[in-house]
C-alpha cells in the first residue's frame, strides 16, 4: 500500500512517491522478542514529528545517527524515531529524550548537492521506550510496541465523523492541502490512525504536533484534534473572509480593465484605432509642452489623472478634455516682443488714418517710454471716444501694427449677462470661458491689442453688472489676477493693451470711466472727408472693386456732393460705402464693355447714386421773428436745429412739443422765468405771461432731445417772439441759461461749431468758458466762422436780436377789451 506523503520539501528527492515507499515497504518491522519487545536503534529528531505509516524525508546530520542508519539498513531492520526534549543538544543522553517514539523504516541514504545527507523515512507504530540498552557508538533501546484498537466505539465514531467534515472543510478552505487528502481520510476506519493522518496533514505547530503524538488513547487524541481542526476553520474562515473582500475589489478593476481592454480591441478594429489612450496621451504631451504656470499645470495634470481613471464613455470625460484644452491653448505667457521703434510707428499710423492727431500722438508717447525704459510693465488703457466711422476701430488695428502685437477685437455691445464677459461654472452644460478668456486665446499671445468696442452700451440688470466684471478686466490692481468663472484659475491680463471704444461718455459707468484714458475723435468736416477719401477711402475701394489700373478719379465737387447729398455723418463710413457703390458701377460698364469715365464729376453723381438722399438743415433764408437756431450735439456728430416759438391766446401757459427730454423742458421754465423777471428791460408787456400762450416746438419731432444747451435758444425765440424783434438767420448758439440770464458751458463743441460750418452760419455764440475746445478745431471752420464768446443772456440778444420791431407784437387783451369784443 503506498501511503502518500504530503510534505512539499519531497522535491528534493529525485524518486517518486510510490518508488520510494515501495522501498520503504520491503523493510519489515522489528520482530518482537518473547516479552512483547523490540530492541532498535535511535534515530534521535530534533524540532520534527513522524506519525506512525506517514513518510516524510529526514536530515541525518550526526555521526550516531548515520551509524544508527546504515546498521539498521544493513540488517534491513527499523530504527526508532525519538524526539529529543532539547533540540539543542548534539549528544543526547538517555534522560534527554521523550519517553514515546515511533518505529520507522529508513530507505536509501542520499547524498545531498550541500553534502548533508538524507533519507525517507516512514512511520510503522508507536513505541515506548523500555530500556536504554547502550548509548554509544549510536543509541539502542528495548521498546513495547504500543497496540492500537482497530475499530471505533459509538462515540469516537461520533468524533471521526465530526473530525472528517472539519477537515473537509479545511481542505476547502486552505489550498495548501490537496483535495485527495479528504478522501483518502474518508477511507481510514482505524481511529488512532485518522488522527495521525489529519494531524499529518493540517499546518500544525511543532508542539501541537508533539502534544498528539504523545497521547496514547487514539480517542484522547482524536477529540484533541477536533479542538485543533476547528480552530483551524475558525482561522481559516476568517481569513477566507477578507480574501474574498479583497477579491471582490480586485475583481471589479479587473472587469473594467478586461472590458476596456476588449473596447479598445473593437476600437481598433473598427479602424477607430485606440482613440481614447491615444487621446489622453496626446493631451498628456501637450500638457507637458504648453509653458503653463505652476498653478494652472497642476490643475491640468489632476484633471487629466482624472480623465485617464474614468471609462472612456464616461459623460463627464469631453467635459474634462474641453476643460484641459482651453488650459493648454490659453497663452499664459508668450508675449510678443514689441516693436519700440518710434520713427516706425510714426510712419504706420501715418499711413493708415489721416488726422487724429491726439490719439497718435498718445501712442508714440507711450512706445517713446517704453523704449527708454523697457521694464514698465504698466499698459495704458485708452478709451476712443466719437461718433461712428470716424476711425476708432481702424486706428486700434494700427496702433496694433505698429507695436507689432496681434489685434483682437470684442463688441460689448447689448451685453447683459456678466457670465459673458466671465464665462459660466463648469458645472453648468455647456459651459465655456467668458468673452474675455476666448478672445485671449484667439489672440495667442499675452499682450495683443484688446480692443473692447462699444463699452458705452454695457447693459447691467438682474442678471449680474457686467461693468464690475469689466473692472476687474481694465484696472491694473486687478487684471493681473483675472478670474473667469470657467476657467477657475488667474488669468494674467496685466500686459494686454487695452483700447475701449464708445460714442459717447454719458453711459460709462463713472468707475468705469475713471480707469481710462480718454480721447476723443471728433467728427470730420468736409475738407478731411474729402482729403480722407481721396488719400485712403477711394484708393481702397479701387483695389476692392478690381479697378485700380483704371485710375479712376473723383472731382472734388463730386466728392462734395456725395458728402453733402448722399451721407449723415461725422465719420465716413458711409462716404466710402458710396464711393464703394461708384466703383462697382464703374466696374460693371467695365465689364460689360460699356464707355466709363476716368473721373466722376459732381452731375454724374445723381445717375450713379440715384437721387439726393439726405437735405441738411440749412440756415434759414431770412431774418424771422420767433426763430432761432441752436446747435445739438448728436451720436451723428453736431447738428442745426431751429427753436420756433409761437404765442397764442390762452391762459399763461407754456407747451414743448418735439419729444423734448425733462432736462430741455425744465431748462424751457428756466429761460421764461427769466424772461419775466427782465420783462420791463425787455419792453414785454407783463400782462402777456397770464392772457397769452406760449408754444415752444423743435422740427425733427421725432427724433428725442435732451439736454440744457438750448436754453439760450429758446429764450432768444421766446423774446423774439414777444417783442417783435426778428433773430438774425446767420448765428448760431448754444449754453445753458440760468434764472439769472448767465450763460453755462456745455459739451459737444467740436461738432456743434462744424455743423454751423457745414450749415452755412457766420456766427456762433459759445459760452464763455468753452472757448478753450476750439483748439481742436480744423482752421477751415475757424476762419470762415465768428465765434463770440458770451457770459450772459444780454451779449447773445445784443448779438442775435434785430433792434427793428418787424412784426407787431402781440398784445394781451386786458379785461376791459373782452366785453367790448363779446
Ligand atoms: N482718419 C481716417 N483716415 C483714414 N481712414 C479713416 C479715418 N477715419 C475713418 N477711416 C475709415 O473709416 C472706416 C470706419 O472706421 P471705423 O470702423 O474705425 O469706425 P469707428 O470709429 O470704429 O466706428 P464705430 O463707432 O461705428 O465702431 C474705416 O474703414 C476707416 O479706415
Ligand atoms: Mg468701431
Redesign the pocket.
Known amino acids: 500500500m503506498s501511503q502518500p506523503n504530503w510534505n512539499e520539501e519531497e522535491d528534493n528527492f529525485d524518486l517518486t512517491l510510490s518508488q520510494r515507499t515501495e522501498e520503504l515497504y520491503r523493510i519489515p518491522n522489528s520482530e518482537p522478542k518473547a516479552d512483547g519487545l523490540i530492541e532498535a536503534a535511535i534515530l534521535p529528531l530534533r524540532d520534527m514529528v513522524i506519525f506512525p505509516r506517514m513518510v516524510s524525508p529526514i536530515f541525518v546530520g550526526r555521526e550516531a545517527s548515520l551509524l544508527a542508519v546504515q546498521e539498521a539498513q544493513n540488517k534491513e531492520q527499523t530504527v526508532i524515531g525519538l524526539t529529543q526534549k532539547d533540540p539543542e543538544l548534539d549528544d543526547p543522553g538517555a534522560e534527554d529524550f521523550l519517553p514515546i517514539g515511533v518505529e520507522m523504516a529508513v530507505g536509501r541514504l542520499l547524498n545531498m548537492p550541500d553534502g548533508s545527507r538524507s533519507a525517507l523515512v516512514q512511520g510503522r507504530r508507536r513505541v515506548e521506550i523500555v530500556e536504554f540498552i547502550r548509548l554509544k557508538p549510536y543509541i539502542k533501546v528495548r521498546a513495547r510496541i504500543i497496540n492500537e484498537p482497530q475499530t471505533a466505539d459509538r462515540q469516537t465514531q461520533a468524533t471521526m465523523r465530526s473530525v472528517l467534515s472539519l477537515f473537509e472543510r479545511c481542505v476547502q478552505l486552505d489550498r495548501s492541502i490537496p483535495e485527495e487528502a479528504h478522501l483518502f481520510a474518508l477511507n481510514i476506519a482505524e481511529p488512532g490512525w485518522l488522527a495521525d493522518m489529519i494531524a499529518t496533514s493540517l499546518a500544525l505547530t511543532y508542539e501541537a504536533k508533539l502534544r498528539l503524538l504523545l497521547i496514547l488513547d487514539p480517542k484522547a487524541r482524536l477529540g484533541q484534534l477536533n479542538n485543533l481542526l476547528a480552530q483551524e476553520v475558525d482561522v481559516l474562515e476568517l481569513e477566507d473572509e477578507i480574501h474574498s473582500r479583497v477579491q471582490n475589489e480586485v475583481d471589479k478593476s479587473q472587469r473594467e480593465f478586461y472590458l476596456r481592454e476588449q473596447m479598445k480591441q473593437i476600437q481598433t478594429e473598427l479602424g477607430e484605432g485606440d482613440v481614447f489612450t491615444r487621446d489622453a496621451t496626446d493631451l498628456k504631451k501637450k500638457v507637458d509642452a504648453a509653458n503653463l504656470p505652476e498653478e494652472a499645470k497642476a490643475v491640468a495634470l489632476k484633471e487629466l489623472e482624472r480623465l485617464n481613471q474614468m471609462p472612456p464613455m464616461a459623460p463627464e470625460v469631453g467635459i474634462i478634455r474641453t476643460y484641459i484644452d482651453w488650459i493648454v491653448d490659453l497663452p499664459w505667457s508668450n508675449a510678443s516682443p514689441d516693436n519700440l521703434d518710434v520713427k516706425n510707428a510714426a510712419k504706420i499710423l501715418e499711413r493708415?488714418?489721416?488726422?487724429?492727431k491726439k490719439a497718435k500722438e498718445r501712442i508714440l508717447e507711450y512706445i517713446a517710454v517704453r523704449s527708454l525704459k523697457p521694464k514698465k510693465e504698466r499698459q495704458p488703457i485708452l478709451c476712443?471716444v466719437?461718433?461712428?466711422?470716424?476711425?476708432?476701430?481702424?486706428?486700434?488695428r494700427s496702433i496694433a501694427d505698429s507695436l507689432g502685437r496681434k489685434f483682437v477685437r470684442v463688441s460689448l455691445g447689448g451685453v447683459r449677462d456678466e457670465a459673458e464677459i466671465r464665462g459660466h461654472r463648469r458645472t453648468y452644460i455647456g459651459a465655456l470661458p467668458g468673452r474675455i478668456i476666448q478672445t485671449m486665446k484667439r489672440a495667442g499671445t499675452a499682450n495683443p491689442l484688446f480692443m473692447l468696442?462699444?463699452i458705452d452700451k454695457l447693459y447691467s440688470d438682474f442678471r449680474g453688472d457686467p461693468a464690475s466684471a469689466m473692472l476687474e478686466v481694465l484696472d491694473p490692481e486687478q487684471n493681473y489676477a483675472f478670474s473667469d468663472h470657467y476657467l477657475e484659475l488667474p488669468f494674467d491680463l496685466s500686459k494686454v493693451m487695452f483700447v475701449t471704444?464708445a460714442?459717447s461718455l454719458s453711459t460709462i459707468p463713472a468707475p468705469l470711466l475713471d480707469r481710462m484714458e480718454v480721447i476723443e475723435?471728433p467728427g470730420?468736416i468736409e475738407e478731411?472727408k474729402v482729403e480722407?477719401a481721396n488719400?485712403?477711402?477711394i484708393p481702397?475701394q479701387l483695389e476692392e472693386n478690381g479697378i485700380e489700373e483704371l485710375g479712376l478719379t473723383f472731382e472734388p465737387a463730386a466728392l462734395q456732393r456725395i458728402i453733402r447729398e448722399y451721407t449723415y455723418e461725422a465719420?465716413?463710413?458711409g462716404l466710402?460705402r458710396e464711393i464703394g457703390r461708384i466703383c462697382r458701377k464703374v466696374a460693371r460698364m467695365k465689364a460689360e464693355g460699356k464707355k466709363y469715365p476716368a473721373a466722376i464729376a459732381p452731375e454724374m453723381i445723381e445717375k450713379l447714386l440715384g437721387p439726393q438722399q439726405v437735405f441738411p438743415s440749412e440756415a434759414e433764408r431770412t431774418d424771422e421773428v420767433g426763430v432761432a437756431t441752436s446747435l445739438a450735439w448728436t451720436e451723428n456728430g453736431g447738428e442745426i436745429m431751429p427753436v420756433e416759438v409761437a404765442i397764442i391766446e390762452g391762459k399763461g401757459g407754456m407747451q414743448m412739443t418735439g419729444q423734448m427730454g425733462e432736462v430741455m423742458q425744465e431748462s424751457g421754465q428756466a429761460a421764461l422765468t427769466y424772461i419775466k423777471s427782465r420783462a420791463a428791460a425787455l419792453k414785454i408787456d407783463m400782462d402777456a405771461f397770464e392772457r397769452l400762450d406760449i408754444h415752444v416746438h423743435m422740427p425733427e419731432g421725432g427724433i428725442p432731445k435732451d439736454g440744457p444747451s438750448a436754453g439760450i435758444t429758446m429764450a432768444t425765440a421766446i423774446i423774439s417772439a414777444l417783442t417783435g424783434r426778428p433773430v438774425h438767420r446767420h448765428v448760431g448758439m448754444t449754453g445753458e441759461i440760468t434764472l439769472r440770464g448767465r450763460v453755462l458751458p456745455i459739451g459737444g463743441v467740436r461738432e456743434k461749431v462744424l455743423a454751423a460750418h457745414r450749415a452755412g452760419l457766420k456766427t456762433v455764440l459759445l459760452p464763455e468758458k468753452n472757448m478753450k475746445d476750439l483748439v481742436e478745431l480744423p482752421k477751415t471752420a475757424k476762419s470762415e466762422l465768428k465765434i463770440i464768446p458770451i457770459k450772459h443772456m444780454d451779449d447773445v440778444l445784443a448779438i442775435a436780436l434785430s433792434d427793428k420791431v418787424t412784426v407787431e407784437p402781440p398784445r394781451p387783451r386786458k379785461r376791459g377789451d373782452e366785453n367790448v369784443e363779446d
Open positions: 493708415d488714418h489721416y488726422g487724429l476712443f466719437g461718433p461712428p466711422g470716424v476711425g476708432k476701430t481702424s486706428l486700434g468696442d462699444e471704444t460714442n475723435f470730420y478731411e480722407i488719400r485712403y477711402l481702397r465719420g465716413v463710413r466710402e
